[in-house]
């Protein structure tokens, strides 16, 4: 019955003109510029829930370039700080990749703190925050993820 009411109201012109639209209407897309440069305009997030390691590590930071796609994974633990990541960031990404112009991330707390802009704002990093429930922003670190995640399962099941 209920798909015999939905059927109805789609085809009843009556119905459409006085049906409220409860979604806010979309934003106009604004699509990421074009890298020109390897590692200059880069994506992170975090994968965790992971069982701890022996050296306490529980999480994954996932760096991508958004140009050439390589990836850099950082084993951390769910505890560091903001400052540890910092301390991080630069020895696995700047000393190796140069200090990017731009991050796209998404809302995470160690990614939103005074700290954290302060860090990248003092090396002339622009953020770039996803929009809240919107993980496609980020898309190409969330594929990483996904590649990453199917890595580690497959070494799961094969050493049983």
Same mark, same amino acid.
């Given at each position: 019955?209920? $798909?015999?009411?939905?059927?109805?109201?789609?085809?009843?012109?009556?119905?459409?003109?006085?049906?409220?639209?409860?979604?806010?209407?979309?934003?106009?897309?604004? #699509?990421?510029?074009?890298? $020109?440069?390897?590692?200059?305009?880069?994506?992170?997030?975090?994968?965790?829930?992971?069982?701890?390691?022996?050296?306490?590590?529980?999480?994954?930071?996932?760096?991508?370039?958004?140009? $050439?796609?390589?990836?850099?994974?950082? #084993?951390?633990?769910?505890?560091?700080? $903001? #400052?540890?990541?910092?301390?991080?960031?630069?020895?696995?990404?700047?000393?190796?990749?140069?200090?990017?112009?731009?991050?796209?991330?998404?809302?995470?707390?160690?990614?939103?703190?005074?700290?954290?802009?302060?860090?990248?704002?003092?090396?002339?990093?622009?953020?770039?925050?996803?929009?809240?429930?919107? #993980?496609?922003?980020?898309?190409?670190?969330?594929?990483?993820?996904?590649?990453?995640?199917?890595?580690?399962?497959?070494?799961?099941?094969?050493?049983?």
């Amino acid at each position: 019955m209920k $798909t015999e009411i939905a059927e109805f109201v789609s085809r009843c012109v009556v119905c459409q003109q006085v049906k409220i639209e409860h979604q806010r209407p979309a934003g106009l897309l604004q #699509p990421l510029e074009i890298p $020109t440069w390897k590692w200059e305009h880069i994506t992170m997030d975090f994968v965790s829930g992971l069982p701890r390691t022996k050296k306490g590590h529980d999480s994954v930071w996932v760096v991508v370039d958004r140009l $050439t796609k390589s990836a850099h994974f950082i #084993p951390v633990k769910t505890t560091y700080k $903001t #400052p540890r990541y910092a301390e991080l960031f630069l020895e696995e990404i700047v000393r190796l990749h140069g200090v990017p112009l731009s991050i796209v991330s998404d809302r995470d707390p160690r990614f939103t703190s005074r700290f954290w802009k302060a860090f990248q704002e003092a090396m002339g990093t622009r953020l770039n925050m996803s929009t809240s429930h919107h #993980p496609q922003t980020d898309g190409q670190s969330e594929r990483t993820i996904q590649t990453l995640e199917d890595m580690l399962r497959a070494c799961v099941l094969e050493d049983g």
